[in-house]
């Protein structure tokens, strides 16, 4: 289905430059679009390939467009943030091709008589749904999704199938959930005696605000007694393990194998890199970036960016400069021997 | 559903000072807990938040009560571990509401015929039960399980919804299996023939002691030819990887994410930390704690606390610190440098 | 099911010395062999417990088959690459002692009337099969896998219970996929608008070639606008994830709870180790091996093993080492001061 960028332009805003009747099909990145395309240019140091693109039309920023602009033979779409314009043309696109979603109830789901299904939503083949909960308008809960009891989820949100939600959870508006995903599981309490484990009840939920998006095989564990909350339009990418009692600020964006321990609080604004740890029960204040595989051990009370991994090197480097860091002491201790030997040469030679 | 103290110590033991009529409806933190709620203090430096407590009765250690006691004006139970006693009572009130769990398999289940289900057992909406499967009595199986052939559960075992386990896997009494969790998937195995893997079937099995917990979307791999063995009272948090033939030693607790590679042996009694790697057929003995983001590459033959990972810093000051750390070679050369131009010059200066 | 070592050798090639009509019930390792079992030798180290092995016959190879030949009272197959022979006679085995699968679709499947299922295919109970999908010759689908839609499954491919593939990813010929495995889910996508992100819709696929394993609860995600490749032969261990546009080539074998990160792309025959980390968008060429644990955050072009990670040690020695990393740059200014006064000491020395 083609699309004339007037439509686009009237529908997203930006300034349009050029043919406002182009047809264009989609988006592409600059070196893949075709001439029925639509591309975007979001960093200057991209401007030589922007020159050389085959798209029918590019979106791009007053500042590129001051250099390009003269050149280029399309239409021009001219942005205060190309990327996010691109996000949003993107998303144009992909909703005139997406598949119509049908209300109604497979007629293999298991719904218990008290939940309360909106008419709108669309329950998959195989959903179980619990007793007491709430399913809102416009709701898709995919094949084989088992919704505990008292469990709600808000309006238009998505659930991929496979998804398992256990009872008393609680999620917003437009979340989209991935498969595999399990929310509300126990936290992982325990008290010792004597040597043995006895399981401390979890009998908090997990609440999620409105725009979350949870990756696949994410797990989310529900609380000890509180709960475990994450705030609106977080997004949480694929096998992130949040655990009980965390608190994840709004717009927070954590990236895959991320593990969150216990009562962590992560503020707003912030970015949690792939494979990183965030200890138990620390802050981390607002806009604060842990990069990819860093253990955060102690509370972030400054913005910035934090970091601490290992350096990689071929393996026989590593394993010289392994061995060293583990006798800095020694290297140490003869640095104070020689400062202790210079000061006497020293002191002798002024005599 | 109230509760009277001398029924919690009935149950439970413990020294009630204080008026046994008490009534409490259940547990909470010492600052949260109000008039009709039991609090407890497990930890001394908490004494002060615990003078000024709401709540109706506190649990505390004998020395604490020693210092607290004459002020409190609540009743007071006194137990030599005040935390598990925490946990045994919050037990007791879970118990009390928890929701009764009916007996009976969901007509859309799907049971091989040569399967052993016991009658008390409760078998949720779409589970799948292999042939020679023997399910034991009261056993909980919920929403979306499947359960390989030949698959033995012991008593009061409970899977949530969704998990999955292969063929010939056994898992003890009272095991709690959170949902995602996959049991006896081929472990890891191939051999390489001129540069193309070649697999080796795993023929092993997965045996699940009694008392064991299992977090969400953990995976355990059955053995190559012998068997994967997880001891009694194991307690395995979520997104935990277990590779083929590791064995674990008996109460030994592994946080979120952690992953043991294959033929590795862990004691009893041990910790492992979140995102710990314990590298394959290595063995550690009893009542190790492994720490967060740790690889243990060697056998560990001591008892104790180990660590190793990258302490975080600024990025800018990482990037320094890991420059330093590549090229420590470097900084030992030229100590070694200064300490032969010191020792020429001590010795010129003693001539 | 007895076997004479002469079928075995008929099929799987090997020079046999001894009793071609040895019967043999299966393969086990050189200390757990019985007198009606077959053994291997694939490590010239384990010689003197080769010798003393009870097995009816060993796998080995020529220069083992020199040494130990004369004095070995079983029969012997030597093969140029013993360990690929025991692999090989695994699987013979394992093919002996396989559960026959029945073609036809349980009638709890819901599969959209414009799938196509080959009749030789088996489908389990619960299993749902969307729109357009093709499942080709004997590929197994066991209990409640979900396939979207547009989905193609290669001949002779087997997914194992609750995977989830998501639409229009494409999986080649005679492929294993464990369970929990999630396929397709969006990659994670976002641009940024004045702090709200703004998803990017993935739009690509998940492309996998002939011959690829993939371990219990691995994600792999769709890509944006073009698609994640995996190529033909790669093994993926467990809780792998593999974010979008990631390019894996071929006959690599990634350990479990590894993370490559977007758009990453790495060479044919490389092996990246367990909870090992690859950056975005980087590029590793062939035949490298990352180590385990080890976080590579730039473009590796040059083969060879790759190491980074933090030594492991006692927790107090631990914290000394991470405290002088910590401050390298304090001991660098001081051995600088150190070469400057030894510098001046010398010179006037020599004067």
Known sequence: MRTRLKELVQSL??????????????I??????????????????????AAQTQAAAI??????????????????????????????????????????????????????PTAQVASSAHIG????????????????????????????????????????????????????????????????????AGGTWIKIPQTGRVLIGDDVEIGANTTIDRGALADTVIEDGVKLDNQIQIAHNCHIGTQTAIAACASIAGSARIGKYCSIGGAAMIHGHITIVDHVHVSAGTL?????????????????????DWEKSATLVRNLNTMREKIRTLEKSVKQLTEKDNE
């Open 296 to 316: 955060a051990l102690r509370s972030i009370s400054e913005p910035g960016q934090y970091t601490g991994f290992y350096p990689i090197a071929k393996h026989g």
């Open 125 to 192: 083949p195989n959903v179980v749904i619990g007793a007491g909960a709430v399913i809102d308008e416009e709701v898709r809960i995919e094949a084989g999704c088992v919704i505990g009891r008292n469990v709600k989820i808000g309006a238009n949100s998505c659930l991929n199938a496979n998804v398992t939600i256990y009872a008393s959870c609680e999620i917003g508006a437009r979340a989209i959930i991935h498969s595999g995903v399990v929310m509300g599981a126990d936290g992982f309490g325990f008290a010792n």
């Open 13 to 26: 805003g930006g300034h349009l430059i050029g043919d406002a009747d182009t047809q264009v099909s989609g």
């Open 28 to 49: 592409a990145p600059l070196s893949d679009a075709t001439t029925s395309q639509i591309t975007f240019l979001s960093n200057p140091k991209f401007r030589s390939q």
């Open 59 to 112: 979106i791009l920023s007053a500042a590129d467009d001051a250099v390009l602009g003269a050149d280029y033979r399309g239409a021009r779409i001219v942005a205060d943030n190309p990327y996010a314009y691109f996000a949003k043309a993107a998303q144009f696109f992909a909703a005139r091709n997406a598949i119509p979603v049908i209300p109604g109830i497979h007629p293999s789901a298991t719904l218990d």
